[in-house]
């Protein structure tokens, strides 16, 4: 049974930045979508952005436009969500997860087969 593995999350003051990185053990990536979910306390989880398995689409959050960028290298099997101009509203555990499908529909309906145990971003000053 293969496992996601997050990592990049610390703490950052506002307008810092982190990237965030989504590996695999013992599976490969490459035919998968994957997508960035959070959790912020007392809030429901919510889609981030999500990528293709070729990575010639993408999909982000309103509120991550413009400040996140997703990609992935299949040659070293990870995804990263590289977030700038960070917020204390960005403030969460961030999740990455892979399914099948399109981006779309995984950022839309948090549909994936695999999910990652989190890692924790947080804003603060």
């Known amino acids: 049974q293969w496992q996601l593995v997050e990592s990049g999350g610390g703490s950052v003051q506002p307008g810092g930045s982190l990237r965030l990185s989504c590996a695999a053990s013992?599976?490969?990536?490459?035919?998968?979508?994957i997508g960035w979910f959070r959790q912020a306390p007392g809030k429901e989880r919510e889609a981030v952005s999500c990528?293709?398995?070729?990575?010639?689409?993408?999909n982000y959050a309103d509120s991550v436009k413009g400040r996140f960028t997703i990609s992935r290298d299949n040659a070293k099997n990870t995804v990263y969500l590289q977030m700038n101009s960070l917020k204390p509203e960005d403030t969460a555990v961030y999740y990455c997860?892979?399914?099948?499908?399109?981006?779309?529909?995984?950022?839309?309906?948090?549909?994936?087969?695999?999910w990652g145990k989190g890692t924790l971003v947080t804003v603060s000053s």
């Open positions: 990528i293709s398995s070729s990575g010639g689409s993408t």
């Open positions: 997860a892979a399914g099948l499908g399109t981006s779309q529909a995984m950022c839309a309906y948090q549909r994936a087969n695999y």
């Open positions: 013992g599976a490969t990536l490459n035919y998968y979508v």
